[in-house]
């Protein structure tokens, strides 16, 4: 059993930058893989970032490829989003979720999930 709380989304404009964190309650972490997602209004949930229960292998939508970076730290069960160059496009409740297998890209395939946090961008 996984609980995972998300923080950090907030309002920004076009251009800036944010960083969110999700921390995670549980002893089994490390052996998940770990994602980001987010659903804008009337918008299915896609898929933002993954990133593999090392570390070692990260996986991005292209829509984000070059601006997001994801990264976890399993020592104190925490996995980041980075998230530069902001565009009104990226608006959304960002969430994070964890799996069984890395590099998934579909919400199905994640067996846990946070509340979520909103993301704003003006223009």
């Known amino acids: 059993q996984v609980q995972l709380v998300e923080s950090g989304g907030g309002l920004v404009q076009a251009g800036g930058s944010l960083r969110l964190s999700c921390a995670a309650s549980g002893r089994t972490f490390s052996s998940y893989a770990m994602g980001w997602f987010r659903q804008a209004p009337g918008k299915e949930r896609e898929f933002v970032a993954a990133i593999s229960w090392s570390g070692g292998s990260t996986y991005y939508a292209d829509s984000v490829k070059g601006r997001f970076t994801i990264s976890r730290d399993n020592a104190k069960n925490t996995v980041t989003l980075q998230m530069n160059s902001l565009k009104p496009e990226d608006t959304a409740v960002y969430y994070c979720?964890?799996?069984?297998?890395?590099?998934?890209?579909?919400?199905?395939?994640?067996?846990?999930w946070g509340q979520g946090t909103q993301v704003t961008v003006s223009s």
């Open positions: 979720a964890a799996g069984p297998w890395g590099g998934r890209k579909l919400p199905v395939e994640y067996d846990y």
